[in-house]
């Protein structure tokens, strides 16, 4: 019967050679920008009553969503932005952790007669998008 001394070796020993640096071990961190890419430089270039919707559209892509406001005669455009982080480290066959996370982004134009009139940005978690007053 082996006595405790051998049984301490034996598992440290097994545990260096899972552990040890011939171990595959592998870590990841990967960031994904999904929608359109709407920069503080393209965003500039947009001057109020002169820039067109035709304008934005091949600028920007189609928007995420389209809304027409019937009583003010305007058009509301809401482009989507998101940013994907994924992180997370492996120990071959032994030990996964992952983490995503997705941060979001939302521009809105008003449109008036196909020339944009306003635009703001606002955080889509929030329960008014009202432009700023």
Same mark, same amino acid.
């Given at each position: 019967m &082996? $006595?405790?001394?051998?049984?301490?070796?034996?598992?440290?020993?097994?545990l260096l050679?899972?552990?040890?640096?011939?171990?595959i071990v592998?870590s990841?961190?990967?960031?994904?920008? *999904?929608? &359109?890419r709407i920069?503080?430089s393209?965003l500039? /270039?947009?001057q109020?009553?002169?820039?067109? /919707?035709?304008?934005l559209?091949a600028?920007?892509?189609? &928007?995420? %969503?389209? *809304?027409?406001?019937?009583?003010?005669?305007v $058009?509301?455009?809401?482009?989507?932005?998101?940013?994907?982080?994924?992180a997370?480290y492996?120990?071959f066959?032994?030990i996964?952790h992952?983490?995503?996370?997705?941060?979001r982004?939302?521009?809105?134009?008003? @449109? %008036? $007669?196909? @020339? *944009?009139i306003?635009?703001?940005?606002?955080?889509?978690?929030?329960?008014?998008?009202?432009?700023? %007053?």
């Open positions: &082996p $006595d405790a001394r051998f049984l301490l070796r034996a598992t440290t020993a097994v050679a899972v552990f040890a640096p011939g171990c592998t990841t961190n990967t960031t994904r920008d *999904v929608g &359109p920069t503080a393209s500039a /270039e947009v109020l009553g002169i820039t067109s /919707e035709a304008w559209i600028t920007f892509g189609t &928007p995420t %969503k389209r *809304v027409r406001v019937e009583t003010e005669g $058009d509301i455009l809401r482009y989507d932005a998101d940013r994907r982080t994924t997370g492996y120990v066959l032994l996964a992952a983490s995503n996370s997705i941060e982004r939302s521009w809105w134009f008003e @449109i %008036k $007669d196909h @020339i *944009v306003r635009w703001w940005e606002a955080n889509p978690a929030e329960e008014d998008p009202s432009p700023p %007053k």
